[in-house]
């Protein structure tokens, strides 16, 4: 009893050591998952792969979420902004900001996917990156001036969602190669 006791403190405190070890390995981990995202879909620009774009969105939000909620669920002790974290949310946002601008030129070229999945995914990924934004800040994690790259990065995933706006599936014709728009 005694012995399960301990493993169970054992366990429980490395659990909370995960967490503190911690939001800038979450931050680092989305900008890595956000990344390849961005470069699976960008790689898919040059033909007709078949992608699922809008599972694909989801897999970033769904890190973002937990990210932000594994950070929430240690509110205990007031963060103290450094520029270590400064530094990881920046390059994540700015991740998820390349991940915008290339689901937005998916989205222009001619694709057989449904536009509204596509259209909603990219909903969620917004709410989810203002709100872990929103959380970080107010938890001082990052500094106040942060802000403003989170909503650049806002203002991406809007745009990209006007590239799967519309009611039918096939947007007309293929975006030129050199993408001048
Ligand atoms: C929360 O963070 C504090 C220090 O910032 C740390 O001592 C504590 O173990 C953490 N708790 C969890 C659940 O991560
Ligand atoms: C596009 O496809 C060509 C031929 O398959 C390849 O050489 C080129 O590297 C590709 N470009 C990108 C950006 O993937
Ligand atoms: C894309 O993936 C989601 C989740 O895995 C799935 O529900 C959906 O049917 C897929 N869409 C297509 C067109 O394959
Ligand atoms: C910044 O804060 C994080 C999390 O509290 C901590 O792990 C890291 O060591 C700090 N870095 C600096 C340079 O203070
Ligand atoms: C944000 O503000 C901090 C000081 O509060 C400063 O050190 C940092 O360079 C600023 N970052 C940007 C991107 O302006």
């Known amino acids: 009893m005694q012995l399960f006791l301990i493993n169970f403190i054992l366990i429980i405190s490395t659990l909370f050591c ?3 070890a911690d939001a800038i390995t979450d931050a ?3 900008k ?3 990344s390849s995202t961005a470069d ?3 790689a898919s620009l040059n033909g007709t792969a078949y992608l699922n774009t809008s599972d694909l969105v989801s897999q970033v939000t769904a890190a973002i979420q937990g990210a932000d909620s594994l950070m929430m669920s240690n ?3 007031p963060g103290v902004a450094n520029i270590t974290f400064n530094e990881a949310y920046f390059n994540y946002v700015d991740s ?3 991940l915008a601008d290339t689901v ?3 989205g222009r070229l001619f694709h057989s996917e449904l536009n509204q999945p596509v259209y909603q995914a990219l909903q969620s990924l917004s709410s989810a990156v203002s709100m872990y934004g929103h959380d970080l800040t107010s938890q001082n994690i990052i ?3 942060s802000t403003i790259r989170t909503l650049t990065t806002g203002s991406a995933i809007v745009r990209a969602q006007s590239a799967w706006a519309n009611n039918q599936n096939y947007p007309g014709k293929r975006e030129a190669l050199e993408w001048t728009s």
């Open 32 to 34: 890595g998952l956000a």
């Open 143 to 145: 500094q106040r001036n």
């Open 96 to 98: 998820v900001l390349y």
């Open 28 to 30: 680092i981990h989305i």
């Open 104 to 106: 937005q030129r998916r």
């Open 18 to 20: 995960f967490v503190r």
């Open 40 to 42: 699976t879909i960008f």
């Open 75 to 77: 509110i205990s002790s």
